[in-house]
């Protein structure tokens, strides 16, 4: 085989009842010729062995296995990043259904355009296998916008290899959040993203899912400290800041090792002191809401809100 035009990074982690669905779907890509499949299992039953070598087996050329200790997602991510072969990378959770023309849309659009990341819509279904659920819009790209949100999601990205020499790799120390602050980094770089038309894929929103069963409190300090990082200090709650901080929020961990913010973003301090007044911001923002919930108008203008969206 030639060298492949997309590398496909997968964890796995106590997926076995997933895999065999996932790999199937793999070969239904109008894509899969043009691709190699990256495995990262994360300490493998058995069983999940049996299946993955089973589709290496099959397809030899087109399947990369590495096994390891239990890690983070984005340590996983970043090693599959590091083998990879390919010039685009896809980021897919077994545990998410991507149609079969997806990758081709998303490699064609990269290769046709400048951006560094594609993105696109998808349905939030509340179980795996779902096809009905609500779907997810995501906007037209804005640098400005994306340096504050996380407005495309994580499940379904294709982006240049080449990423991490300018931002870097996921931070390995985020066990929930590594995708959104690699979002907010490359926006914060400026390397430009893009939206392609139609529905991606089925993301499996449930406290069961891959890559959301962390759960929780630990998800919310991770996206505090993100927004910590990026100076999204209208975002941040209060009474969060102290548990947050007990992350690194000047540097990023890359394959054991730590990297100062400052080496990946010149003129990081500039960058944050200029996003100091939204410490202000931020504060009338959660007294007005403190305000209304007090009033008991919160859950009201949430609904009057959602409705005329």
Wanted: hydrophobic letters at 45%; aromatic letters at 10%; charged letters at 25%.
């Amino acid at each position: 085989m030639s060298a492949p035009r997309l590398s496909v990074l997968t964890s796995v982690y106590r997926g076995e009842e997933y895999l065999a669905a996932y790999c199937a779907q793999v070969e239904q890509q109008t894509l899969f010729p043009e691709l190699e499949v990256i495995f990262v299992c994360n300490e493998p039953s058995a069983k999940e062995r049996q299946l993955v070598q089973a589709f290496q087996t099959k397809h030899p050329e087109r399947v990369q296995v590495i096994e390891v200790p239990r890690e983070t997602l984005g340590a996983s991510w970043n090693r599959a990043w590091a083998a990879a072969r390919a010039p685009l990378l896809a980021i897919w959770n077994i545990d998410d259904c991507r149609v079969p023309d997806s990758l081709q849309r998303q490699v064609e659009a990269m290769t046709g355009n400048d951006w560094a990341l594609c993105y696109g819509d998808y349905v939030s279904v509340p179980r795996y296998g779902a096809q009905e659920g609500e779907r997810r819009h995501t906007p037209a790209y804005s640098a400005r916008h994306f340096a504050r949100a996380f407005a495309q999601g994580g499940a379904f990205w294709v982006l240049r290899r080449e990423v991490s020499e300018r931002a870097g790799y996921f931070d390995e120390q985020l066990r929930v959040a590594a995708d959104m602050d690699l979002s907010l980094r490359m926006a914060a770089s400026r390397l430009p993203m893009g939206r392609v038309e139609g529905v991606l894929g089925c993301f499996t929103d449930a406290e069961t899912g891959l890559s959301t069963r962390e759960g929780g409190q630990e998800a919310v300090l991770e996206r505090t400290a993100v927004q910590l990082r990026y100076g999204v200090y209208d975002k941040v709650k209060p009474e969060l800041v102290a548990a947050a901080r007990n992350l690194r929020l000047e540097a990023v961990q890359n394959f054991g090792e730590w990297r100062a913010l400052a080496d990946l973003l010149p003129g990081y301090a500039a960058y944050l002191k200029r996003r100091k007044p939204l410490w202000l911001l931020g504060r009338l923002r959660f007294a007005l809401r403190a305000l209304l919930e007090r009033l008991g108008l919160l859950a009201w203008l949430h609904k009057r809100l959602k409705r005329e969206v």
